[in-house]
């Protein structure tokens, strides 16, 4: 059931096998899983997720290479619902862990917010990441290319930019070592730090010697027409010629609600999971972006797909069997 | 480019980065990849995987339901070929390491076979399985309700078996304990081992003591109409109530190609294979069904992603760096 502030009241006395905090394409992977084991679950998605940010999917099996995340987004999440998951829009606030459930704090709606706590046995992190994007004063400049032909995975995109002049933008000097695996795709690359830190001298040799120019200017605008970029105008006037780019500066992760809970073994933002996606909290899944390993759409659908199935496992071994009981009766 | 024995003597002299064995979910899956990371990779499909045979593919993200898994392989095949992957019609029957690459032999054509001999650095196997149905004199009795309402997978449709009555038929007298798995979706479990198996006391009283009736005579058909299963008549004319059910008599693998290479290591029919896919021999990958663990779509596809990332990273940190020479020589 869609659920909104108008009517969750009907499930905050509900038990949930599964809250999934995320309803990217590892989150409603999950449910679709948890619903179709008979399992009560709750997506809670904030909205304005990575995935939502894809103008088109690339590389995942059986859709067209120009399908849009957001259409799958939608998409997924009609199916969950149809087989009977909960979904809401709003945002996890908090998770406290009961010992044998998590309560689980979550803000409805941005005006006159509301604050419902539901409950559930196993939790679900699955609330990814958002890329960082280059602050400009008109950041719709931004949006009209990010995503177009200025990518944020070199994975999903690097074949598109494939002998293009690109522009790889960073915000820490690490970043830039970015450049020397995007030359694969690409030896036309040009890396801008748009002021945003300093860049020592090994990198800039490693950077001559491989003839990709450094601009440490800020960026003034994004040039182009139709999302087709075409080149970066910086701060003194000078323009950088590109066709693409790959904006490489970190990301932002969802996983604030969890940082107070013990016995989660991180490696750095992300958590440490085993090979059912299970964290070293035995009633914490995580998925995706959120997990250690590739933030491929195909893995976070394949994690929600296993994290679901060890719930169900443990559910159901918890529980008693079901007998034929006329049968029974019968001897 | 489709390959066939018409065209493909094209290809004899290619060294491929890598050759898929199978196109099905998993190895379309990195077929795609590999070909959008820009590496030579050819896929060779036996035709009859056990994807083929899906009527609906109730559980991955972003298609409808009731999309058939053939819809998905012609898809998955057409987009892995638009990429630049090679493709063909064909069984591959053997496969030689010659240290640096392996040399895979292929037998093309029905009648009047031909057996070419493809080169490839890498081997991605993923030709899967094929569950084992009941043998009927008549088998298109099986075809007319196995994937519809006579279902291979419990994870995939138990919830589409729901508190129906059911038969699970078996081969074997282990496979008989998948009723006490199928007893989370229904408890109204007939067991029949279509006269397969010798089934033990224990399992006897088990079953007993949970009413699930046990049926050891061989199955003469199936009955129903429009592929609904209405129950299954027996040799001696006993008409067992069903309206859905399970066949668990275990799988056909299609791994015998691996079977004479040293440093392989197995669980039963499975190869063992590390996070990425990797097997115990550094340049043979495995996805999928053929690989341990879940045997689900969304998982092979995940498992071709990963195959062809790591073998993407193998290659091109073997090779030398491409430099912006335009660049250099102003210098």
Partial sequence: MKL???NLDARLDTLYDAIVVGGGMGGLSAAIYLARYGLKCLVVEKGKGRSL???????????????????????????AIAWGADYLRGFVEDVTDEGDSFSVKVKVGKNNSIYPVFRGKYLIAASGVIDV?????????????????????????????WDQKAVLIV??????NAAFVLNWFTPYISVLTHGACEVGAET???LA???????????RRFLGENHQLQGVELEDGAVVEATTGLINMGSIYHNQYLKHIPDLDWDGENLIANSMCQTSHPRIFALGDLKQGLNQV???????TLAATQIWRNIRRAGAPRKWEENLSQH
């Fill in 204 to 206: 800039r040799e490693k």
């Fill in 133 to 161: 994007l280059p602050e400009l004063e008109n950041m719709q400049n931004v949006y009209d290319y990010a995503g177009y032909t200025l990518h944020v995975c070199m994975i999903c995109d690097g074949f598109d930019m």
């Fill in 171 to 176: 915000k820490t000097e690490s970043q830039i």
């Fill in 53 to 79: 940010w894809m103008q088109d999917l690339r590389n995942y099996v059986g859709l067209d290479p120009d399908t849009p995340g957001r259409d799958i987004l939608n998409h997924g999440a009609k199916q």
């Fill in 4 to 6: 909104s502030s108008q």
């Fill in 298 to 304: 195909s893995v976070a659908v394949a994690d929600g």
């Fill in 209 to 219: 010697a491989h003839g990709y120019p450094l601009y440490e200017q800020k960026i």
